[in-house]
């Protein structure tokens, strides 16, 4: 079945370390996201990328990364840097970034930094 | 700036219709979209309006009138399983969506 796959679910780290989270898609869709939710708050976009080997930022990249290697995968590390990393993450992904297609998420890594 | 304002929570009785409203102030405009989300789960597409009227897909309905930067989402016969989030999100300018916090439905029997 075509779909989003994050992995872990749930995530525990300590304070201090970086730490990858899985995105796999099999859409064959371009564009890929990267949001965070918080209670109380609205997603928030992190990063995004329209095509292979090109990435933009989004309102609040501080402290994270990414990279577009392949079509399909579109991994975010969350840094040291990030001061409040604790947060539910969602991955998305649509035909376009330039078009009115909806996006499709993947199940959430819920990250909890100890 | 810009912004999406939803009511926080809503309460709703099994088998009554609910309407969640959803006010929009954006950098431009290309759609609203509505998402339904269940607790820790990813939200998923319920609809896209980009003209002003009603949009119909069966127990949901939304509506949209731009110029006054309004939509809502209609819920009828309601069903335990419609417990969840909703998020209105806009399509703004540069084809970016911005997005309200979520209004959580609570259903009671």
């Known amino acids: 079945d075509g779909g989003i796959t994050q992995s872990p679910k749930y995530l525990f780290r300590k304070e201090g370390q970086n730490v990858t989270l899985s995105c796999e898609q099999n859409l064959n869709h371009d564009a890929m996201y990267w949001y965070r939710q918080d209670p109380g708050q609205g997603l928030r976009l992190i990063y995004y990328?329209?095509?292979?080997?090109?990435?933009q930022k989004g309102d609040i990249a501080e402290g994270y990364s990414v990279s577009r290697e392949k079509k399909e995968s579109f991994p975010l590390t969350v840094t040291s840097a990030q001061k409040n990393p604790t947060a539910f993450y969602l991955c998305?992904?649509?035909?376009?970034?330039?078009?009115?297609?909806?996006?499709?998420f993947g199940p959430g890594t819920r990250l909890t930094v100890l | 700036g810009q912004n999406i304002d939803q009511p926080t929570e809503m309460t709703a009785t099994e088998g009554a219709i609910v309407q969640i409203n959803c006010t929009y102030q954006t950098s431009g405009f290309n759609g609203l979209f509505w998402y339904q989300q269940h607790a820790g789960e990813a939200p998923t597409f319920l609809s896209y309006n980009v003209l002003d009227g009603l949009e119909e897909k069966g127990r949901f309905s939304s509506f949209l009138s731009r110029s006054k930067g309004y939509s809502y989402l209609l819920l009828k016969e309601l069903q335990m399983k419609d417990s969840a989030s909703y998020l209105c999100a806009v399509l703004d300018s540069n084809y970016q969506l911005i997005w309200g916090a979520g209004t959580k439905l609570i259903i009671k029997p």
């Open positions: 998305a992904s649509s035909p376009q970034t330039v078009s009115y297609n909806e996006q499709f």
């Open positions: 990328s329209q095509i292979v080997n090109d990435f």
